[in-house]
């Protein structure tokens, strides 16, 4: 093998990680897969996939976190910013969103097509992120009035939470009743699921991804 790396870019994905990919420097591009997560909020959504990228081993080069992006818009213009900078077709960006309530949150519907068309990986839970930790705990799809009831119901299971709180210990060991109940309840909406119903949530996809990419080394 010659001496002098070939330069590579920011991501990759699908390469066998050898020894010597443990001493690459930060900001080098990882060998393998990479998955770039932007969130709206710097604390509830990024706490939580810190914690899922930490038990699973995955570097912060193959899991990397964008946060605090604010508005919809904001966050998939970021999306869209880290994709020109990746070079490989299997790399992915992510951008999480909520939506509250869609007739009042102006910018989500503009980023969700923006999204779309620049073939960006869309995980948003209706209507908020804490829908993803409820079905841990119920496989209910009774629709919520806002974030903030959302957020009263979670304290039913997690009485002391709050949004900087690191709930992954808690909700770690039912993360696979999680993913069941959100096939289920997908398969039980009578509207399409992309159309982001209340309640509904396509954080299970990113999730499963994560911990695909750590039982399987491919990173």
Known sequence: MSKKAKKRGKSTFGQARSKNDFQRRQGQKPPGKVVIIVCEGKKTEPNY???????F??????????????APINVVDCGI????KVEEQTDEIWCVLDTEAL??????LPAIEKAKKANLNLAISNPSFEYWYFIHFECSNRPF???QEMKRKIKS?????????????????????AIK???????????????FP???????????????????KRY
């Open 49 to 55: 996939f810190e914690a899922l990228r930490h038990k």
């Open 57 to 70: 081993r995955l570097s912060t080069l193959n899991v990397r976190l964008v946060t605090g992006k604010g």
């Open 81 to 84: 910013d880290e994709k020109r």
């Open 103 to 108: 007739d009042k949150n102006s910018s989500l």
């Open 145 to 147: 009035a806002n974030g």
């Open 157 to 177: 299971y997690i009485p002391d939470y709050n949004e900087r709180m690191n709930v992954f210990p808690v909700l770690d060991s039912l993360t696979p009743e």
């Open 181 to 195: 109940n959100a096939d289920k309840l997908r398969e039980r909406s009578q509207e399409s699921w992309n159309v």
């Open 198 to 216: 209340n309640p509904s949530t396509g954080v299970d996809k990113l999730v499963q991804e994560i911990i695909e990419m750590g039982r399987t």
